[in-house]
């Protein structure tokens, strides 16, 4: 038996792989980057000394959206970390971590949490050590941002939308 060349192998099994992955759903990423990235050290270097405690950290996420064809989003996570002691801000660290993402082949009804839940979820963490690497080299131990449930932040989006609308 007569075996292919390599190059057509290649050839006809890309072109199966291909028309089998155009047929079902696809969310691919085109890009993703740093849109805007702040770190703040407002008291250094009296914020780097021992502390009996620690500071209180509040933590902030956003996630918005903006479409720039019928199949490509861009998708932004912000995230926003301040750490105080008593009134004492200790850093500031503020992330717009964004990614460009192509979704085909999913019903219109799904298009929101795939955008909303689904491509911050591939984002965060790039992000997350975005911010660890940031608060590490403030001078500070590295900030670990706990998984974020996006699914919960989309429902919520969603009921204070209908909130608002009553």
Known sequence: MAKKPAAEENKSSASNSNGAEQTGPMLSVLAQYIKDLSFENPNSPNSLRPREKAPEIKINVNVSANPLSDSDF???????????????????????????????????????PAVLIECPRLLFPFARQIISDSTRNGGFPPLMIDPIDFAQLYQGRIAEGAEKSS
């Open 74 to 112: 861009e998708v932004e996570l912000k995230l926003e970390a301040k750490a105080e002691d008593n009134a004492e801000v200790m850093f500031n660290a503020e992330l717009v971590y964004a990614g460009v993402f192509r979704i085909q082949g999913i019903p219109e009804e799904s298009m929101g």
